[in-house]
């Protein structure tokens, strides 16, 4: 099923992210203010986890078509495919995870604080909280109808459309079916977690401190929307990406599968029936939202929130 390379990556890129936080913290100490400290930490974070992201998802694929003695060759490449969005969300969120937990504390003899209750969901802008829920959905939709309807003689990883009263046949693939479907499901239950974690260190962080009671509501505020931000941001593009490459293979799997069924219909004076004359459109159309879900995912990665925070503590929430 190749799950396995999702659940080596997990440990991978908890030592590799713990790290590059432990690298983080050795440059985060100075004299600098806690409010830059932080601003620094973030970028620093941010910028790892692309990184680390980037080469966690090239490392996935090409250990999914490596030679394996008990896994099949077929489907190696679409499982690699799968890989790239999966393994770059992990990666990324794991990292963004890390980064918080090694988020600078507040430092002096004196400190305090403004008791606030947050809740796990408070940071983050509805618009993202609704993107991500409604992916989510989508993308169990998808890989449950796929199972239901999937060639099960062929591996689990095409689809059948049936015409001419089921004289004839037209199959294709690759399909969300069970072969892409479990991992598929997997990884998106790896992201659901780890963004979880994440947003619980965000939300439960210590507070950062400043000259002025007032001004640690705002710059506090801020930086927590932007920590939520990042957390969600990648997840979501990662989820998006792969709920639209599944919607979008499945659409042409289908389209051609009924079009192939249809045509040999044809060619034996048979009628071609309701499900191969509509199939094909149906399927074309799955492609098409497909592909605009999987620019909108890339969108989403680089969409930046601005957030309004006084002058003397100028917070880069586009980090």
Request: proline share 5%; with cysteine; glycine share 10%.
């Amino acid at each position: 099923m190749y799950i396995s390379p999702l659940l080596v990556l997990l440990l991978l890129v908890g030592l590799v992210a713990g790290g590059a936080a432990l690298l983080m913290r050795q440059f985060a100490h100075g004299e600098d203010s806690t409010v830059q400290r932080a601003q620094r930490h973030a970028r620093r974070t941010s910028a790892t986890a692309v990184v680390v992201g980037l080469l966690a998802a090239v490392a996935a694929a090409v250990a999914v078509l490596l030679p394996a003695p008990l896994a099949p060759a077929a489907g190696r490449p679409g499982v690699a495919a799968m890989m790239l969005p999966l393994a770059f969300g992990v990666a990324h969120t794991g990292v963004i995870l890390v980064g918080e937990l090694t988020w600078p504390r507040p430092g002096g003899m004196v400190r305090r604080a403004r008791l606030a209750h947050r809740g796990l969901l408070q940071a983050l802008p509805a618009w993202l909280l609704r993107t991500t829920i409604g992916t989510l959905i989508t993308g169990i939709v998808v890989i449950a109808v796929g199972a239901v309807t999937d060639d099960r003689y062929d591996a689990n990883r095409s689809i059948t459309v049936y015409a001419g009263n089921g004289l004839v046949e037209g199959a294709a693939s690759p399909y969300v079916g069970s072969f892409y479907g479990m991992p598929a499901l997997v990884g998106l239950g790896c992201l659901l977690a780890l963004s979880t974690a994440a947003l619980w260190v965000v939300a439960n962080r210590p507070a950062i401190v400043t000259d002025d009671v007032d001004v640690d509501v705002d710059v506090e505020n801020a930086l927590r929307r932007a920590s939520a931000q990042r957390v969600l941001r990648g997840a979501t593009a990662a989820a998006m990406i792969l709920v639209a490459g599944l919607v979008t293979v499945s659409g042409l799997a289908i389209r051609s599968a009924a079009t192939t069924a249809a045509q040999a219909a044809r060619l034996k004076d048979l009628p071609v029936g309701a499900a191969a004359s509509v199939l094909p459109w149906v399927g074309g159309a799955l492609a098409l939202l497909g592909m605009v879900g999987g620019v909108a995912g890339v969108g989403v990665f680089f969409v930046r929130t601005r957030v309004p925070v006084p002058a003397a503590e100028l917070v880069d929430a586009e980090r």
